[in-house]
């Protein structure tokens, strides 16, 4: 879907793009913990109950479950819940 108009689409790149690599990756990694928040609120919003390790499971399986073999999965969540 492009609903953007491309000057607009350009102005953005041209911002994004005159900041350091650094500056990109920070705001990368500013992204990715808002979205996390917001997945675990949601998640503790439905589950109050539940605990601090299946918090981590419930993470994991919404960011990356479809990353994964149903092997690889689950060996990865019985590391989780080893820790």
Known sequence: MFDTHPDITIWF?????SKTGQQRLLMGCSMYDTAKQIVRSAIY????????E?????????????????FDREKFLSSLAAK
């Open 13 to 17: 790149r041209d911002l994004i793009m």
């Open 45 to 52: 919003n439905n589950r109050p109950e539940i605990t601090e």
């Open 54 to 70: 299946e918090i981590k499971k419930e993470i994991f399986l919404r960011f990356y479950a479809q990353d994964f073999s149903r």
